[in-house]
C-alpha cells in the first residue's frame, strides 16, 4: 500500500475522531465535581458566591456538574401555584481553558416532578454586561451559548437568574429546587485540543 493511499483511508478516521474530541471536550463536568447547598433569603433571593468569596469553578469535561440544592427554611416559598425566586451566581474560572456556554437543568423534586422552569437571565463578566443567546426560557433546561466574549481564567463570571418554583407541599423539609450546572469550553479551544491529540498520535503511527 503506498503512502497516499494509506493517506487516503486514513483520513476518514482522522475526522471522525477530531469530531469525537471535539464533542468530548464540550461534555458536561467540573473538576471537583462539587455539591453545594444554598438557602433562600428573605426576599425570596438566593446568593450563591459574591465578588469577595466566588464559587469556582474549573472545567472538566470528564467530571460530573456541580450540583445544587435550594431549601427554604423560612418557608419564603410557599404559594402552590408558583413563585418567583431569584438566584444570583457569582463564579470564579480557576480553570485554564475560556468558557463561551453555560448549560443548567432544574432535576425533579422528590414527587418525581420537574414543573419548575427558568424566566429570566442576564450575564456579566467582571461587573460587565454581557451579550449571549439563550435557549430553554420557560422550561427546566437552560443553555446559554455565543457569549460576546469568553469567560477567561481568572474572570468572574455573574449570573442572575429568575425562576418560576412550584415547591413541595407546605411543610415538607426537602429540597425546593435541585439544579445541575456547567461551562463548556470556548469552541477553538475544543478543536485546538482535538486537532494536538490526532498530531501526536499520527507521529506515533509515522514511529511504528
Same mark, same amino acid.
Given at each position: @500500500?503506498?503512502?497516499?493511499?494509506?493517506?487516503?483511508?486514513?483520513?476518514?478516521?482522522?475526522t471522525?475522531?477530531?469530531? @469525537?474530541?471535539?464533542?468530548?471536550?464540550l461534555?458536561?463536568?467540573?473538576?471537583?465535581?462539587?455539591?453545594? #447547598?444554598?438557602?433562600?433569603?428573605?426576599?425570596?433571593v438566593?446568593?450563591?458566591?459574591?465578588?469577595?468569596?466566588?464559587?469556582?469553578?474549573?472545567?472538566?469535561?470528564?467530571?460530573?456538574?456541580?450540583s445544587?440544592?435550594i431549601?427554604d427554611?423560612?418557608?419564603?416559598?410557599t404559594?402552590?401555584?408558583?413563585?418567583?425566586?431569584?438566584?444570583?451566581?457569582?463564579?470564579l474560572?480557576?480553570?485554564?481553558?475560556?468558557?463561551?456556554?453555560?448549560?443548567?437543568?432544574?432535576?425533579?423534586?422528590?414527587?418525581?416532578?420537574?414543573?419548575? #422552569?427558568?424566566?429570566?437571565?442576564?450575564?456579566s463578566i467582571?461587573?460587565t454586561?454581557?451579550?449571549?443567546?439563550? @435557549?430553554?426560557?420557560?422550561?427546566?433546561?437552560?443553555?446559554?451559548?455565543?457569549?460576546?466574549?469568553?469567560?477567561?481564567?481568572?474572570?468572574?463570571?455573574?449570573?442572575?437568574?429568575?425562576?418560576?418554583?412550584?415547591?413541595?407541599?407546605?411543610?415538607?423539609t426537602?429540597?425546593?429546587?435541585?439544579?445541575?450546572?456547567?461551562?463548556?469550553?470556548?469552541?477553538?479551544?475544543?478543536?485546538?485540543?482535538?486537532?494536538?491529540?490526532?498530531v501526536?498520535?499520527?507521529?506515533?503511527?509515522s514511529?511504528?
Amino acid at each position: @500500500m503506498n503512502a497516499l493511499t494509506s493517506r487516503l483511508k486514513f483520513t476518514p478516521i482522522l475526522t471522525l475522531a477530531l469530531l @469525537m474530541m471535539c464533542n468530548t471536550a464540550l461534555a458536561q463536568g467540573t473538576a471537583t465535581g462539587m455539591f453545594t #447547598s444554598h438557602f433562600v433569603d428573605p426576599g425570596p433571593v438566593v446568593l450563591i458566591g459574591d465578588a469577595i468569596s466566588p464559587i469556582p469553578i474549573d472545567l472538566d469535561p470528564t467530571g460530573a456538574p456541580w450540583s445544587k440544592s435550594i431549601t427554604d427554611p423560612g418557608g419564603v416559598i410557599t404559594n402552590p401555584a408558583g413563585e418567583l425566586l431569584t438566584m444570583i451566581e457569582t463564579i470564579l474560572n480557576v480553570g485554564t481553558e475560556p468558557w463561551l456556554d453555560w448549560h443548567e437543568q432544574i432535576l425533579p423534586n422528590a414527587t418525581g416532578v420537574s414543573s419548575s #422552569s427558568w424566566i429570566s437571565v442576564k450575564l456579566s463578566i467582571n461587573g460587565t454586561p454581557i451579550g449571549f443567546s439563550d @435557549m430553554g426560557l420557560g422550561t427546566g433546561n437552560l443553555w446559554l451559548d455565543t457569549f460576546s466574549q469568553p469567560v477567561l481564567p481568572g474572570d468572574i463570571l455573574e449570573i442572575i437568574k429568575e425562576v418560576e418554583v412550584f415547591p413541595l407541599s407546605p411543610g415538607s423539609t426537602g429540597p425546593i429546587l435541585r439544579i445541575q450546572e456547567y461551562p463548556t469550553p470556548e469552541p477553538a479551544s475544543a478543536a485546538l485540543i482535538g486537532i494536538g491529540s490526532l498530531v501526536l498520535f499520527g507521529k506515533r503511527r509515522s514511529a511504528k
